[in-house]
């Protein structure tokens, strides 16, 4: 896990209590969409470090904040699925 994938996981770690982080947050720490921050997240969450090292009940409730941003109807995020992302000026 990268150094920036970690930094991504702690974001949404911080704010998985209070339902996830502010879409203008994301864009301006991540430089994307709340859509592309979570299709990431939930990449990540399936990954052995973050089953090690994240307890089981907060990966469900990080998986459950993150699936309000996937199109139901595919079950992917659907700037996954237009290929679309905003890189952040500094970073991309």
Same mark, same amino acid.
């Given at each position: 896990?990268?150094?920036?994938?970690?930094?991504?996981?702690?974001?949404?770690? /911080?704010?998985?209590?209070?339902?996830?982080?502010?879409?203008?947050? /994301?864009?301006?720490?991540?430089?994307?969409?709340?859509?592309?921050?979570?299709?990431? /997240?939930?990449?990540?969450?399936?990954?052995?470090?973050?089953?090690?090292?994240?307890?089981?009940?907060?990966?469900?409730?990080?998986?459950?904040?993150?699936?309000?941003?996937?199109?139901?109807?595919?079950?992917?995020?659907?700037?996954?699925?237009?290929?679309?992302?905003?890189?952040?000026?500094?970073?991309?």
């Amino acid at each position: 896990m990268t150094r920036d994938q970690r930094e991504m996981l702690e974001f949404a770690r /911080i704010w998985a209590p209070y339902g996830g982080a502010q879409p203008a947050d /994301i864009f301006v720490l991540f430089g994307m969409s709340p859509t592309k921050f979570y299709d990431i /997240i939930r990449r990540l969450l399936r990954t052995v470090h973050a089953r090690m090292l994240i307890p089981a009940d907060e990966r469900e409730r990080l998986e459950e904040i993150a699936a309000r941003h996937v199109d139901p109807r595919t079950g992917i995020c659907s700037a996954s699925r237009t290929g679309v992302e905003r890189l952040h000026p500094l970073r991309g």
